[in-house]
């Protein structure tokens, strides 16, 4: 019965590893993000993809890539990661790519030791 | 530039009494604003949300209002209860075509009883 859900919940890895984070959502819409949420809990958008399409690209560094093989999944690969990227990375989608409620997932808890 | 700034950044009222939030946005073209409730842990959910052509908008004890010209909204919570303690984001989806919701900073309300 979720609506948008990640994996993994909590991940834990050394500087310099590569690792992704997926998402899907059930809920048949068109756009989905994903959102950076720092220490300070200030949420910031990084990326949107409408209908597997690259819509909305923020200033992300370009180890972070994401990847949308189809408009229910958006899935987030970061490479040569730094203690920098350790956040709370939340995936959300909308029905529409303007001016709708976005539904987040539960978010993965991104740790660089 | 795409900013919305939100005030305070804490607020701590006791259990009973009335918490008001306030945000401002940068982007006169802005016409969705939504308002996100994040629990300890949890994803941000939507508890309100109000489009330019209104100007207040009310669900039980929560309550919005949106003055366009002065690029200001509000949330107004009544008769607070310890479960309303949480984490609240306001929102503005900026122009130029597609959902790309500018968060605030987040204000941490403590209802205490």
């Known amino acids: 019965d979720t609506a948008v859900s990640q994996t993994p919940k909590y991940l834990v890895t050394q500087m310099g590893n590569d690792k992704s984070i997926k998402c899907e959502q059930n809920?048949?819409?068109?756009?989905m993000y994903w959102y950076k949420q720092d220490s300070k809990k200030f949420l910031k958008i990084m990326f949107s993809?409408?209908?597997?399409?690259?819509?909305i690209n923020e200033t992300v560094p370009n180890r972070f890539s994401p990847k949308s093989p189809d408009k229910a999944h958006l899935n987030l690969h970061i490479n040569s990661l730094e203690l920098g990227d350790s956040a709370v990375y939340f995936c959300?989608?909308?029905?529409?790519?303007?001016?709708?409620?976005?539904?987040f997932g539960q978010g993965t808890r991104l740790t660089v030791v | 530039g795409e900013n919305v700034e939100q005030h305070p950044s804490t607020l701590s009222v006791q259990e009973g009494d009335s918490a008001v939030i306030k945000c401002t946005y940068s982007?006169?073209?802005?016409?969705?604003f939504p308002w996100y409730k994040q629990e300890l842990g949890k994803r941000p959910q939507l508890i309100i949300d109000?489009?330019?052509?209104?100007g207040e908008k009310k669900d039980q004890r929560i309550a919005v209002t949106l003055n366009k010209t002065a690029k200001h909204f509000s949330l107004h919570i009544t008769e607070t209860q310890p479960e309303d303690s949480a984490v609240y984001f306001c929102?503005?989806?900026?122009?130029?075509?597609?959902?790309?919701?500018?968060f605030g900073a987040g204000t941490r309300l403590a209802v205490h009883p």
């Open positions: 993809y409408n209908n597997k399409e690259l819509i």
């Open positions: 929102a503005a989806c900026f122009s130029g075509g597609y959902n790309k919701l500018i």
């Open positions: 982007d006169s073209a802005s016409n969705y």
């Open positions: 109000i489009r330019s052509n209104v």
């Open positions: 809920l048949g819409h068109d756009t």
């Open positions: 959300a989608s909308s029905h529409l790519p303007t001016n709708t409620e976005a539904f």
